[in-house]
């Protein structure tokens, strides 16, 4: 049992260069999390998901869109980078306990630092 | 509007002292609280969590935290750490009005035990 993995583990982008981070989990969990973690600011909500084929905005969403198109993956695109969007990206995952409503425990992957130059 | 304030950014404490990071919320409702932990380089995991009850909350690795709905803390304690503690501590609230499955994360609380 994995848990919560994230690919790739680092990546370099120049400004105006896209690419996709993958979220896997194998827990069979429902809803699904984006966040992006910078220095002084904790973690900060981009994106979210609580099935398969639904998605939400989060806090931060702006320049970042996700799919998730099977229920064991969350994927976070950057159509084009900016320098802003250097950070450490967090996925998580949690289940459902009754009615839909979550275990409130998150699990965490282990993260995908990127830096765009 | 749900918020979470971690006033403490950095805590440096001595092995085998007490230490006590402390986190305040505000919210008009009910509210589920939580401290996550992250060790250098990984990613978070659960030390405790608040949702009804006792208001003295155990934890893994040795720590405890009591909910205090009149001060609207949380205040993670241990009565003595580790080096192995050195690591950034988060708290986190989740509840209706942010809905149950998303937390709102504090800035953390970096705390370094020193030998």
């Known amino acids: 049992n994995a848990g919560v993995t994230q690919t790739p583990k680092f990546r370099v982008l120049k400004t105006g260069q896209s690419m996709t981070l993958l979220c896997a989990q194998d827990m069979n969990h429902e809803y699904m999390y984006w966040y992006r973690q910078d220095p002084g600011m904790g973690l900060r909500l981009i994106h979210y998901s609580v099935g398969e084929g639904t998605t939400a905005k989060g806090e931060v969403p702006d320049g970042y869109n996700v799919s998730r198109l099977k229920k064991q993956n969350f994927l976070l695109g950057l159509e084009s980078a900016a320098p802003s969007q250097t950070s450490v990206y967090f996925c998580a995952s949690s289940y459902i306990v009754a009615d839909y409503m979550s275990s409130y425990e998150q699990y965490f992957g282990p993260g995908t630092r990127l830096t765009v130059t | 509007a749900q918020s979470v304030t971690q006033l403490d950014s950095q805590v440096p404490v001595f092995e085998e002292a007490p230490v006590e990071l402390r986190c305040n919320y505000s919210?008009?409702?009910?509210?589920?609280l939580f401290w996550y932990v992250q060790y250098p380089n990984q990613g978070l995991q659960l030390l405790l969590k608040?949702?009804?009850?006792?208001?003295l909350v155990k934890g893994i690795n040795g720590f405890e935290a009591e909910f205090n709905k009149s001060q609207t803390s949380f205040h993670l304690r241990k009565p003595s750490v580790h080096i192995s503690d050195t690591a950034e501590y988060f708290c986190?609230?989740?509840?209706?009005?942010?809905?149950?499955?998303?937390?709102?994360f504090g800035t953390g609380t970096r705390l370094k035990v020193l030998a």
């Open positions: 608040y949702l009804s009850g006792s208001t």
């Open positions: 919210s008009s409702v009910s509210v589920y």
């Open positions: 986190a609230v989740s509840g209706p009005a942010s809905g149950t499955y998303k937390y709102i």
